[in-house]
């Protein structure tokens, strides 16, 4: 077994399981739960949350989970050979592509809209309407990436 393979997909599977986890539980009822709120109510606590989720717990395993994503990337081609080599790097890729990037990409642009957008506003509650289904559609990829990424870590250390 390569000890660092095996402490780098322990640490994925934890550091991929919590952001995983989180946004799980917004793809599995919390979106619906705000969706179901009168709409200012439900937009006041998005943008709450939006802007709770900017904390160092959070966004320092979220943000070591690039790294840990990276390294699974890049050590799976270094290793090549090993019959780990491909679930790792594969687990790697889908938080990177996945998580990262659909984050970047998709959820924190809507999340800064929805920043700007008024509850008072009739343009804000339309926005907020439409970013209740395009938010949720992104974020149900990021947790798809997630749980995938994390089955291909415990992969990766079973055949270890």
Known sequence: MDNAAAMLCVVGLVGVGITGGTVFVFSNFMMRVLGE??????MRVM?????AVYNGAFMGGFGASVLVGGGSVAIGLIRSGE???????IAGALYLFGVFLVTAAGNV????????????DPEGIAFW?????????????????????????GVSLWLM
């Open 37 to 42: 709120m009168p709409e200012p109510e439900g």
């Open 47 to 51: 943008q709450s949350i939006n802007r």
């Open 83 to 89: 019959p780990w080599s491909v679930p790792v790097a």
């Open 109 to 120: 642009p809507l999340n800064n809209a929805l920043d700007r957008a008024s509850h008072t």
């Open 129 to 153: 309407r439409r970013y209740l289904v395009v938010w949720t559609r992104w974020n149900h990829l990021r947790a798809a990436s997630s749980i995938l990424s994390v089955v291909c870590f």
